[in-house]
């Protein structure tokens, strides 16, 4: 059997028709209105900047010339044609690049340890209290806003040159990252086991022991992964300023035109976290697998 579709009358299908094409304008106007909206602002704040568009584009063939000299020896030689030449120092790069990793773990445990001391406080689910949830936010968002570069600038003038600044800057703005994404789990849970645990006679740590704490453990850890996976790469900048690991290093190379060099280390830092990328995408799968199993 066969479908027949009715067709509109003439009248009323011309109307449906400049109804849309009326609609479509209108779209269209609203989108060209925010595009010039949007250049006009970039302008502003170019010129509020003072970006030089043609020292920009003047200068431009130096930054592709010094990317091509990355891949260049000293003797004029292609990188790959001596590779035992590129990485002359693999075996010092490869322990400072392990610092940078101990670095990165160490701040991301400290960091997540103080993140599930906070996030529950944060909660607005489980904590009655609005001014403990207030001071709880405030200061999970002043951790997490700082840039981790000022606060290891800090801490190289308090606790000298070498890696216990990196670990303190990455683990408080760990905590303040981490404390939010952790806080928000929390707010997100099923609150029915919470209300059996207190009306069992539970107190507050008990119903977060044994009412929340089961239903967002593993999400925690997977945030807690990710976190890392950040922090190798902001370790390896903590060197800059002196916090350790390979950074130090590598700020060395690009100030003394070693070229060769800074290709060498950058592609050892993309390597690693290349290799964490990947291992901690299994665990974070086997994770949230394990959740969702009955």
């Known amino acids: ?29 609203r989108f060209m209105l925010g595009a010039a ?19 920009f584009f003047a200068n431009i063939g130096n930054f592709t010339n010094y990317i091509a000299r ?21 075996d010092k790069w490869l322990k400072l690049m392990g610092e940078t990793v101990l670095i990165a773990y160490v701040g991301t445990m400290l960091g997540a340890l103080g993140a599930f001391s906070l996030c529950f406080a944060a909660s607005r689910n489980l904590t009655r209290s609005g001014a403990i949830v207030w001071t709880a936010r405030r200061f999970l968002e002043f951790t997490r806003t700082v840039p981790e570069i000022v606060f290891a600038l800090i801490f190289v003038v308090s606790f000298g040159l070498g890696p216990v600044p990196g670990v303190l800057a990455i683990a408080i ?19 029915k086991p919470v209300e059996g ?11 977060v022991r044994f009412a929340a ?12 992964l990710l976190r890392f996976e950040i922090n190798v790469r902001g370790a390896a900048v903590m060197g800059f300023v002196g916090a350790g690991g390979i950074g130090q290093t590598l700020v060395e190379s690009i100030r003394k035109f ?6 060498a280390l950058l592609i050892l830092i993309i390597a690693t976290v290349m290799i964490i990328d990947a291992a901690t995408e299994v665990l974070r ?7 969702n199993r009955p």
Not at 37 to 55: N, P, S
Request: no cysteine; glycine share 8%.
């Open 258 to 263: 070693y070229y060769s060099d800074v290709s």
């Open 1 to 29: 059997m066969s479908a027949t579709i009715a067709a509109l009358p003439p009248a009323q299908r011309t109307a449906l028709l400049r109804a849309y094409e009326a609609a479509v304008a209108a779209k269209r106007r």
């Open 37 to 55: 909206v949007l250049f006009l602002l970039v302008l502003v704040a170019g010129h509020t900047a003072e970006v030089d568009a043609r020292k």
């Open 197 to 207: 645990v207190a009306a069992s006679g539970g107190d507050w740590f008990a119903q």
């Open 213 to 224: 704490l089961p239903q967002v453990l593993s999400n925690f850890a997977s945030y807690g």
């Open 285 to 291: 799968r086997r994770l949230i697998g394990a959740e």
């Open 173 to 191: 703005h760990t905590m303040g990252a981490l404390g939010k994404l952790f806080a928000e789990v929390v707010e997100n849970i099923d609150m």
């Open 70 to 90: 990355l891949f260049v020896l000293d003797n004029g030689a292609s990188v790959l044609t001596d590779p035992a030449e590129w990485f002359w120092g693999l």
